[in-house]
């Protein structure tokens, strides 16, 4: 009896709202991505755009005149680490809101969490279907595939006009690459074009024969890949390797260069849709800004999961700075509750001019974005490094 009185005291305690707690300076807002694992492939690039945000908002005054202050949490690359790093954002850091986590397959376990502390969630790098259903404070500013990938398609029947055969392969252990590969089949049919063979994989695994046999054996002339990075790239690089001539499609888990070192000069000709380039300045300043500031840091071109990272800290910097104007109160005088609250409808008005061009976010969560590219990868003579090239 006692140990029951004592366990429901304690779950009293934690279901308390903290009423009392303000908005600490200068303002946490927590960043919950892979620092570790093979999803760090994507985390350690949103690292880099989120940083540069930091220092470079904070730079020119912060939420008018009042710092912000990133915390990292390490979220690994699974649903547990990415729990764990939101609990630790929200109940001991006592964030504003939280930017992350890496992948949709983590979205679905960690996102109801805050929804359930009413705090805004800005999922980065989340471009699974359903991720703004999940609750009333989860929003993203990456857009969703259903909007982005077939791009992809349409520039492979451009490169190749008698394209008919197509093989899809995708991970099934994985929520995004799942969601993907729905998109690609249906666009693929839409476009006129046959899937000759659907082959399934693990992002655990590293030995393709069988897929690349069941490709090779249905005489395809374009393949299109649903997976992360490390899988994709050694995907990629044992097709070419056992004797694979034709077209290739990556989906977003291949629209990194940290997947370069994978496949190494077998990457090249990877075509892959992207809701951001570093290539398209030209109409966008603040994208001509971006990349140069991303360059001089980083000593490299942002990435699109560097760029969307960089976005989301602007997008709450920017929100914050609206509730201020429109409530001529500081933000370190709200109760850490109503200024989630506030924060929430906030991130869902008005528009957003980021390095991905002008941005908002719907009243669902949901991003609305005008602009899409398709590059293909273009390898260095060292193997390793090389380049997103826009065509698209
Ligand atoms: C996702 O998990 O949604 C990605 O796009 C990687």
């Given at each position: 009896m006692k140990r029951i009185v004592i366990a429901l005291a304690l779950v009293l305690c934690a279901a308390q709202?903290?009423?009392a707690d303000k908005v600490a300076t200068p303002i946490p807002i927590g960043i919950a991505v892979?620092?570790?694992?093979?999803?760090a492939l994507f985390g350690q690039e949103q690292v880099n755009g989120a940083k540069l945000a930091e220092e470079r908002l904070n730079a020119a005054g912060g939420v008018n005149g009042t710092k912000i202050a990133l915390v990292f949490q390490d979220t690994a690359g699974d649903e547990a680490g990415a729990v764990n790093a939101f609990q630790n954002l929200l109940n001991?850091?006592?964030?504003v809101a939280i930017i992350g986590p890496t992948l949709s397959q983590q979205a679905f376990a960690a996102n109801p969490i805050a929804d359930r502390a009413k705090t805004p969630v800005v999922g980065p790098?989340?471009?699974?279907?359903?991720i703004p259903e999940i609750g009333e404070f989860v929003g993203r500013i990456s857009a969703p595939m259903t909007q982005v990938a077939p791009n992809s398609l349409k520039q492979a029947m451009k490169i190749k006009p008698d394209l008919k055969r197509v093989a899809v392969l995708y991970a099934q252990n994985d929520a995004f690459s799942s969601s993907e590969t729905t998109t690609f089949q249906d666009a693929i049919k839409e476009l006129g074009l046959e899937t000759v063979t659907v082959q399934k994989f693990q992002t655990?695994?590293?030995?393709?024969t069988t897929q690349v046999t069941a490709v090779l054996g249905a005489n395809a002339d374009l393949v299109v890949i649903s997976g992360l990075a490390a899988d994709s790239g050694n995907l990629v690089k044992q097709l070419r390797q056992l004797g694979y001539k034709g077209l290739i499609v990556g989906g977003n888990?291949?629209?990194?260069?940290?997947?370069f070192p994978v496949c190494?000069?077998?990457?090249?000709d990877v075509l892959v849709a992207q809701a951001?380039?570093?290539?398209?300045?030209d109409k966008n300043p603040v994208n001509k800004d971006f990349a140069a500031a991303f360059e001089a840091a980083y000593k490299k071109g942002p990435a699109q999961f560097s760029a969307q990272a960089y976005a989301a800290v602007q997008v709450v910097v920017e929100a914050l700075a609206k509730i201020e104007k429109e409530t001529?109160?500081?933000?370190?005088?709200?109760?850490l509750a109503d200024l989630r609250a506030a924060l929430n409808k906030s991130l869902r008005t008005g528009t957003y001019l980021t390095p991905m061009g002008e941005i908002s976010m719907a009243p669902s969560g949901e991003v609305q974005q005008k602009d899409f590219y398709v590059s293909k990868i273009v390898m260095n003579p060292d193997g390793k490094t090389g380049a997103f090239v826009l065509v698209s």
């Open positions: 709202p903290a009423l892979a620092q570790t694992s093979n999803v001991r850091d006592k964030v790098s989340n471009t699974a279907k359903g655990t695994d590293t030995d393709f888990g291949l629209n990194s260069p940290n997947m190494g000069a077998l990457c090249n951001y380039s570093p290539g398209a300045v001529g109160k500081k933000i370190a005088d709200f109760e």
